[in-house]
């Protein structure tokens, strides 16, 4: 599968974005999706995750109660809502999918993920 994420800008403390990620060249049903984020100098990190159908997820402390993942099954499509922004969310947002035979939902490591995006830039101003 191939990935391709969006929606990343240059935004103030306090605001919102909405980060989209779409998938093509096999089912995105078949995928666990999940977000991760990497900050200068610093490793990537676990954001959010959501399972194949949607109906579970988990989140980081650092977001949790302020971001929201979703996805759309019929448009190959995975959103993360992203409120009340902080000068510490800003990084590379990545998305990430691992296929949903895996089991587990919430796996915080890089490593458990197959396949990636090409990143989109997120800079919170203060």
């Known amino acids: 599968v191939q990935l391709q994420a969006s929606g990343g800008g240059l935004v103030q403390a306090g605001a919102f974005l909405r980060l989209s990620c779409v998938a093509s060249?096999?089912?995105?049903?078949?995928?666990?999706m999940g977000w991760f984020r990497q900050a200068p100098g610093k490793e990537r990190e676990f954001v959010a995750a959501?399972?194949?159908?949607?109906?579970?997820?988990g989140f980081a402390n650092s977001v949790k109660g302020r971001f929201t993942i979703s996805r759309d099954n019929a448009k190959n499509t995975l959103f993360l809502q992203m409120n009340s922004l902080k000068p510490e969310d800003t990084a590379v947002y990545y998305c990430?999918?691992?296929?949903?035979?895996?089991?587990?939902?919430?796996?915080?490591?890089?490593?458990?993920?197959?396949?990636w995006g090409q990143g989109t830039q997120v800079t919170v101003s203060s």
């Open positions: 990430a999918a691992r296929p949903k035979e895996y089991n587990i939902v919430v796996v915080t490591t890089p490593g458990g993920y197959d396949y």
């Open positions: 959501i399972s194949w159908s949607g109906g579970s997820t």
């Open positions: 060249g096999r089912t995105f049903s078949s995928y666990i």
